[in-house]
């Protein structure tokens, strides 16, 4: 049984490309994703992405999906010696936000499928493993002006954070590059009865255009 707490919204600007001989294969550049959707089974944790650009909104396997990361993503590293994870002041980057903005992805991270009372401390580590590509990559949270960096391949892998249960939150994706990516995540825990649970490294692939 799958459980989810919060149904996502679905978008019907989303583009997704069904490959020939593969159901389940898409590629999606515009509208609302999590891409780091961690649920509990009933015995295992799985991670796949929540497409909301279709309605209604499926799981896929992050094999399956190529994320396209559109030139309206361009912009220009700040001044701001904060964002320097993100390369030279004025030097380009390639930013899906953590506000939505039509015409771009809007990838979030979702732990409403983990029910509370299944993990202790009611809470998972989402992993950053490694990335293969033209430059480096980030997420990060802005508030105030202000970022918070939750994963940095520029500062050495694998970076880990902790996620509670119940949870649905966006960051800001950064790729200081135009070019494909592979990404690989995963998410682990400890069960309220000790055992270790997780759910295997899983391969992403983003293509950021210039």
């Known amino acids: 049984m799958r459980y989810r ?52 909104a499926v799981d896929r396997a992050p094999s399956t999906v190529t994320l396209n990361v559109v030139s309206g993503a361009k912009t220009t590293v700040p001044s701001n010696s904060a964002y320097s994870f993100l390369g030279t002041p004025g030097s380009p980057v390639w930013i899906l936000p953590q506000n939505q903005v039509s015409g771009i992805l809007w990838p979030g991270l979702d732990t409403a499928g983990v029910p509370t009372g299944v993990l202790q401390n009611n809470s998972l580590n989402a992993r950053l493993v490694s990335v293969t ?17 939750w994963f940095d391949s520029g500062n ?47 391969t992403y692939t983003f293509t950021v255009q210039p």
């Open 156 to 202: 050495g892998l694998p970076d880990s954070r902790t996620l509670a249960v119940n949870t649905h939150a966006h960051a800001n994706w950064a790729f200081e590059a135009a070019g494909t990516y592979t990404v690989v995540f995963e998410a682990t825990a400890t069960t309220t009865s000790g055992a270790a649970v997780g759910t295997g490294q899983q």
């Open 133 to 149: 590509g033209p430059a480096d990559v980030s997420v990060y949270t802005t508030a105030f002006g202000s970022p918070t960096v």
């Open 5 to 56: 707490t919060i149904a996502a919204a679905a978008f019907a600007a989303g583009l997704a490309l069904l490959a020939p001989g593969s159901a389940n294969a898409a590629t999606i550049s515009q509208g609302h994703i999590d891409a780091l959707d961690i649920d509990w089974t009933g015995s295992a944790l799985t991670l796949d992405i929540r497409d909301a650009t279709v309605s209604p």
